[in-house]
């Protein structure tokens, strides 16, 4: 669940939205959804509980205050984000966390055992709030993590801890990643469990040769000062990257023998995808190409399947962890701008390509594979980019269907179960608070929730007009604006702009804030301002793929 708040004449709400955003994939496991889909567990009023995703009702208590007390303390852990081994019997608590950059992806960690009702923490004679990533091994035995840019393993029985990696230091990253892949691929947990739990894939990052720059902070202290990054800049080389695989009982690491200049590239993504086999994504230096590998990880031959280029730019995959494998590992699904449009594309481990979403318009992204349905959920909005619905195509391929219903026009978010019959759904517009609900697919017939606090429904909103603008190359953008209360047209008027588009982000979504003062105090609008914003070529809407072709990323460096 993400929490938002909006302060808007003087009035303060807090809204719970379903679901977890992309760019939070690696800071939390997302929605924690029972086996059957149908329910899903939170950290409340801290307590680990379970609801029902169909009704309103009484939570079930897994984790209750007392058992998440540690011995010897008063109070129960400040519980930031947890997960379930797959046998659901022993749960990870990750508390205490702090920042690595942008989100706190360090912390401790503990693990309870449901079966013998113990509460331990891991990483016995770590520093404090240094562990990162901690995932338990597929058969719930051992629990993986990073500390200090080195990889461990703890083994649960007794809490043996084995060293997987030696050499890490403040520039040599093992199992997590520098600062450009961070910012500009999202990139953060930096290694993967083998499906078997014998080994770990991981990356490594040699930053030794990067120059730091020297940001400026002018907000944590009274006197500023300076906090040094590795930062290539422009012209200077990335940091070498490379992948291997290291045995969980300790030794040495196989490094894949992927082909080209290990400085000169990305590698963005990697996963398993077999017992002995890692599929990988590389990136040129100027991203406009893309390569899909198999490395074999008993010999560490790689061979690549699928390819594209672009004269100006190929993105990396859409989500950082994971990989979309259908009918048993035999083919993946695969997003790609290749023909104008972002669409979905099947295929195989030979390269063979199948265009499942064909079509004049883009997908912006996938919601959900559901191979028992024989269907694809995925987010488009092919006639207005300001706003986001729900569709549906064959897993064969074909015509998209919307599914979302056609009264709720504006922005709409899914986060779709496991079993792709239900999804925690939410609606607004600019002139609609959001609203939250429980849908059942594909019908979108309501299950529970969709009340509107009584606060919210007396918030006084502004009147946002959206408008267009072509320009002069031909290209049409979308922009808002809220005019000034008794607006007169024979008037002038000072305009404040709102920019911050940008190839991750819009500023122009028919959604619920859109218009609103953010940081003015009081209401532009009553004070006589035009408060407007236009959205930029590079923002990801309205023919994203066209819009790609005019701009170069910062991460191009």
């Given amino acids: ?108 960690y503990w693990v309870y055992d449901l079966a013998t009702k113990q509460l331990t923490q891991l990483g016995k004679g770590r520093p404090e709030s240094s562990l990162m990533f901690a995932k338990f091994s597929p058969d719930g035995k051992k629990v993986a993590y990073v500390s200090e840019h080195n990889l461990y393993v ?56 990067t120059r730091n720059y020297l940001m400026l902070n002018t907000t944590d202290a009274l006197y500023p000062y300076t906090v040094p990054v590795e930062y290539p800049v422009v012209g200077q080389d990335p940091s070498r990257a490379r992948i291997g695989v290291v045995p969980v009982g300790g030794g040495a690491t196989r490094w894949m023998d992927i082909p080209g200049d290990a400085v000169q590239h990305y590698l963005p993504r990697m996963e398993w995808s077999g017992k002995n086999e890692l599929i990988v994504q590389q990136l040129n230096r100027r991203q406009n190409e893309s390569s899909i590998i198999l490395c074999n990880t008993t010999t560490g031959t790689a061979k690549s399947i699928f390819s594209e280029t672009d004269k100006a730019w190929v993105d990396a995959k859409d989500e950082a962890i994971g990989w979309n494998w259908i009918e048993g ?49 995925f987010m488009a909005s092919p006639s207005n980019a300001t706003q986001t619905y729900l569709y549906k195509v064959p897993l064969k391929g074909g015509k998209a269907e919307r599914v979302t219903p056609a009264a709720l026009i504006g922005s709409n978010s899914y986060d779709v179960s496991p079993n792709g019959k239900i999804a925690l759904h939410t609606f607004s517009n600019t002139g609609t608070f959001p609203v939250a609900d429980v849908v059942s697919l594909p019908s979108h017939a309501r299950l529970s929730g969709g009340e509107v606090p009584e606060q919210a429904r007396n918030m006084k909103l502004p009147k946002t007009e959206f408008f267009q603008v072509k320009t002069v190359d031909g290209v049409t953008l979308d922009g ?55 959205e930029n070529r590079g923002a990801p809407a309205r023919a994203a793929a066209s819009f790609a072709r005019l701009f170069t990323t910062t991460s191009v460096i």
Wanted: with cysteine; hydrophobic share 35%.
């Fill in 480 to 534: 808002w604006m809220v005019k000034p209360t008794n607006f007169d047209s024979s008037k002038k008027y000072p305009i404040v702009f709102y920019v911050y588009g940008e190839p991750a982000s819009q500023t122009v979504t028919d959604h619920f804030g859109t218009g609103l003062n953010r940081l003015y105090q009081g209401n532009m609008a009553d004070d006589g301002y035009i408060y407007a914003s236009l």
């Fill in 154 to 209: 703890e083994n649960l029985a007794d809490h043996r801890i084995t060293q997987l990696t030696t050499d890490g230091t403040d520039r040599l990253i093992n199992g997590t990643f520098d600062w450009v892949y961070e910012e500009e691929l999202d990139c953060r947990d930096g290694f993967r469990w083998a499906p078997d739990g014998q080994s770990l894939a991981y990356w490594q990052l040699d930053a030794t040769k």
């Fill in 329 to 377: 590992g035999k083919r993946f699904v695969w997003s790609s701008e290749k023909d104008g449009w972002r669409h979905l594309y099947a295929v195989d481990r030979t390269g063979k390509e199948q265009l499942l979403t064909p079509g004049n318009y883009d997908v912006i992204s996938l919601a959900t594979i559901s191979e028992p349905a024989g269907t694809i959920y």
């Fill in 1 to 108: 669940m993400i929490q938002h708040t909006v302060r808007q004449a003087g009035v303060t709400v807090a809204l719970l939205l379903a679901g977890t955003a992309a760019t939070q994939a690696q800071v939390g496991p997302g929605t924690q959804w029972t086996k059957d889909g149908y329910g899903y567990l939170k950290v409340q009023q801290d307590e680990l509980v379970q609801l029902d995703a169909r009704k309103t009702g009484q939570a079930l208590t897994i984790l209750s205050k007392q058992q998440l007390t540690p011995q010897g303390a008063t109070a129960p852990l400040k519980v930031r984000r947890f997960s379930l081994s797959d046998d659901g019997k022993q749960v990870l608590l990750n508390t205490n966390t702090k920042k690595v950059w942008r989100y706190d992806t360090r912390g401790d």
